[in-house]
């Protein structure tokens, strides 16, 4: 079974600054999809970027940015100019590739609370 | 469009009450999704719809009873709740269930937060 670890429980970074969140998994497979969401204190879910681990190349959206080191196994976010409002908790997910059964569904890690100092 | 609505925002519920929790999405997905969610932990699945029909049940308990009326609209029934069930309940949608594409994403809802007492 694949599992997904996020070993910080709580981060904070000054505004501005750069901060990074990791993110480990185990799986024995070998095509699949890494997520970022952020669930701000409004509760919704929001995905701020995803990886298929076929690509080398690491995926950016805006200020938001991955290293992913598939045979590490380790999914890291990058959070460049942080801003009072990427404060939330960020989860890390992973979804399999492979067809059937629960191929649809994300394994969460435990999450990081991000918190940003004026 | 990629929003997904949840309805109500908060409930309060004793444990001999009837309720239903109501997700609706516009953006042609046929897969929809029920997580629960307590405080500081992750969301944890609790069942798939796809294509209106039930393809997982994470060994919920029968308390909670999911209906998929059409694509668009998926409920939970809340009926003989316990305590420990008061969480975040979240929904989600998401293309469908099986295509193995990178745009097959899971969009949620901002969730109802339920209180059982």
């Known amino acids: 079974a694949q599992t997904v670890t996020q070993s910080q429980p709580e981060m904070s970074v000054q505004e501005a600054e750069t901060v990074t969140l990791s993110c480990t998994y185990d799986?024995?497979?070998?095509?699949?999809?890494l997520f970022w969401y952020k669930q701000p204190p409004s509760r919704q879910m929001i995905l701020v970027i995803r990886q298929e681990a076929y690509k080398q190349q690491n995926a950016t959206e805006n200020r938001f940015s991955v290293n992913f080191q598939k045979a590490a196994k380790s999914f890291s976010l990058k959070i460049s100019d942080s801003q009072l409002g990427d404060a939330a908790m960020y989860f890390c997910a992973y979804r399999s590739a492979n067809y059937g059964g629960s191929q649809g569904n994300l394994i969460f890690g435990k999450g990081t609370k991000l918190s940003v100092k004026p | 469009d990629t929003e997904v609505t949840q309805t109500p925002k908060h409930l309060v519920m004793g444990m001999t009450n009837k309720k239903s929790l109501k997700c609706e999405q516009h953006?042609?997905?046929?897969?929809m999704y029920w997580y629960k969610q307590k405080a500081k932990k992750p969301p944890e699945l609790m069942f798939v719809y796809s294509y209106e029909k039930l393809s997982i049940n994470e060994s919920v308990p029968s308390r909670f009873s999911p209906e998929c009326p059409n694509s668009s609209l998926l409920n939970l029934h809340l009926h003989a709740l316990q305590p420990e069930d008061s969480a975040l309940y979240l929904c989600a949608s998401s293309q469908d269930s099986f295509t193995n594409l990178a745009k097959n994403i899971q969009y949620f809802g901002a969730g109802t937060r339920l209180s059982v007492l």
């Open positions: 799986t024995s497979e070998s095509d699949y999809y």
């Open positions: 953006m042609g997905h046929r897969a």
